[in-house]
Each structure stands twice: as C-alpha cells, then as structure tokens.
C-alpha cells in the first residue's frame, strides 16, 4: 500500500509564501501523476494544480501566476509553491497520486491534508 505524507502547512499573511511538500512511500514503480487539491470549510474539494510524471502541468484559475507544482521523481516527493497567498487560499490542502504499482495494477492514494492559513 503506498502512503502520502503532507508538510509545509502553517499561518502566514498575505502576500506571503509557503511550500507544501508531499512525500510518497511504499512500493510502487512510479507516480504517474500527481496533484494538489484544496477544501476550504462548506465548499467542495477543488484542484488546485497537477502535474504528470513528464512534467505537465495545469492549474486552477484562481492559482495561476502564484502557485507552481513540481516533483523531485528521485525523492517521490511533489510539492506546492504557493506565493502572494490571499485570505481566500485559506483550506485544507491535500496531495493525491496515482501510481504505477506493478506493471499491471495501479493505485490512488490521498494524503492527510495540512491546513494552510493566510491571514488578511
């Protein structure tokens, strides 16, 4: 079973930075993609940006220009650039993966989550 562990979390104030990383363990032979969602409370879970394991990416409207999401495959860790942080980028934020766990089965998984909160 593979396991994805959150960090960089915290309460910053506007206009501020952090970087969320998460962190794969397990056996798998590769992530096949991998992304960053956030659920802020009453609302639904959004995708804030993923990435592919070529190194594609997209983001959310509300994120671009200020987020970037990237992988180091060596430490089967992605992370979250999150830059001039708004009061609205307040959530939960969580990693999920989909990995290539044999050559013939594949696996999602999701992280705990790590509050991120941005204070105006």
């Known amino acids: 079973q593979v396991q994805l562990v959150e960090s960089g979390g915290g309460l910053v104030q506007a206009g501020g930075s952090l970087r969320l990383s998460c962190v794969a363990s397990?056996?798998?032979?590769?992530?096949?993609?991998a992304g960053w969602y956030r659920q802020a409370p009453g609302k639904q879970r959004e995708l804030v940006a993923r990435?592919?394991?070529?190194?594609?990416?997209i983001y959310a409207d509300s994120v671009k220009g200020r987020f970037t999401i990237s992988r180091d495959n060596a430490k089967n860790t992605v992370y979250l650039q999150m830059n001039s942080l708004k009061s609205e980028d307040t959530a939960v934020y969580y990693c999920?993966?989909?990995?290539?766990?044999?050559?013939?089965?594949?696996?999602?998984?999701w992280g705990q989550g790590t509050q991120v909160t941005v204070s105006s």
């Open positions: 990435i592919t394991s070529g190194g594609s990416s």
């Open positions: 397990g056996r798998f032979i590769s992530i096949i993609v």
């Open positions: 999920n993966a989909a990995f290539q766990r044999t050559w013939y089965d594949q696996e999602n998984a």
